[in-house]
């Protein structure tokens, strides 16, 4: 990453534990179908497709900042598009989410997953330099799927409710297990550097199905993959470790390499630092389902999540989990300006 004026942000010093004019605002999915504009400039064009194209790449990821005025980008992409990108047969199939061909179920199958190379995903950079260019002292969040969620899909043959065939695999076979995380770790190291390399201040890693494991399953058969990406990446710019359900996991993600560990809204803020102490920022975690109440509702939620943020080192706010598609633009506009307007007081 080069230097510019986004390192020295408010999500950049509230991810490094400092002390930023205001707390700082995103929100997981805020480039996406609650935007009229997204909408409009995506139709017709398959998902993933429109991942490929930095112009589209470049505008998606642009349209919440614009709009909203919120305190980070986050490059608009999925956490399957690197396995697209190697020549996996896959796809995101609209009302289910993503569907693979050919699922894996053994050693042979793991050892045909291409390593990632930088000139696959080459078009990643392209779209960085665009977005980085429009985007001034605003920072660019980069992000990649944890190995564990990229195997349940890759497993499963698609999303998951149970994911028994993935926790079959892996209490039954450890062996094929390893070495398949150990090439998704791989993956996602690759798919993050070249974030990073290309102008991205910040990354996320997205462990969205973790919550599903108890934690002596996550410790022993997960974290030392997602550690294995985090140690790759260093220290250059902060790293954001994020799962649904994960309460009782969170020190352990936090252990994995992480700076900030995103809280989902189950688990007050104040509670989670006290439960991971002074060294993780926290990010989150208003209930999306909120953003659909009356505005005093909101407003009142708000204001908690702020108050509760206060006990940690450092607070980025963001919903507990992604924005709903049906959410209205303009509330999510108001929130980014009560977030604002509240702790800079």
């Not at 892996?170 to 102008?199: K, N």
Request: charged share 20%.
């Amino acid at each position: 990453m080069t230097d510019n004026a986004a390192s020295s942000s408010p999500l950049v010093a509230a991810a490094r534990r400092e002390s930023p004019p205001h707390t700082p605002v995103w929100f997981m999915r805020q480039a996406g179908r609650s935007l009229p504009e997204y909408r409009t400039v995506r139709e017709g064009i398959a998902m993933l497709d429109s991942c490929m194209r930095p112009d589209l790449v470049a505008e998606i990821t642009m349209q919440p900042v614009r709009r909203h005025g919120v305190d980070a980008a986050i490059l608009f992409s999925d956490i399957v598009l690197p396995l697209k990108a190697i020549g996996m047969d896959l796809d995101i199939v609209a009302g289910v989410g993503p569907v693979i061909a050919n699922p894996i179920a053994s050693l042979t199958d793991v050892e045909a997953i291409p390593e990632m190379t930088p000139d696959a995903i080459g078009f990643i950079a392209e779209a960085i330099g665009l977005i980085i260019a429009e985007l001034g002292e605003t920072p660019l969040i980069g992000f990649a799927g944890a190995p564990f969620t990229l195997a349940s899909y890759l497993i499963e043959g698609g999303p998951s409710r149970n994911h028994e065939k993935t926790k079959a695999l892996m209490l039954s076979q450890p062996e094929v297990w390893d070495a398949l995380l150990s090439r998704l770790a791989q993956i996602s190291t690759v798919f993050l550097r070249t974030q990073i390399e290309a102008g991205a201040s910040a990354v996320q890693l997205f462990d969205s199905w973790a919550g599903s494991l108890t934690k002596a399953t996550y410790e022993r058969h997960v974290l030392a993959h997602s550690a294995r990406i985090f140690n790759a990446i260093g220290d250059v710019v902060p790293k954001i470790h994020f799962g649904v359900g994960t309460s009782l996991l969170l020190e352990s993600m936090g252990a994995a390499g992480a700076d900030v560990v995103g809280i989902d809204w189950r688990t007050p803020l104040d509670e989670a630092t006290a439960l991971l102490g002074p060294e993780y920022a926290v990010q989150g975690n208003l209930d999306p389902a909120v953003l659909f109440a009356d505005w005093p509702v909101i407003e009142r939620e708000v204001r908690r999540i702020l108050a509760e943020g206060r006990a940690a080192p450092g607070h980025i706010f963001n919903l507990g989990h992604g924005v709903l598609p049906a959410t209205d633009p303009d509330v999510i506009t108001r929130v980014v300006e009560l977030v604002h307007e509240v702790s800079a007081g």
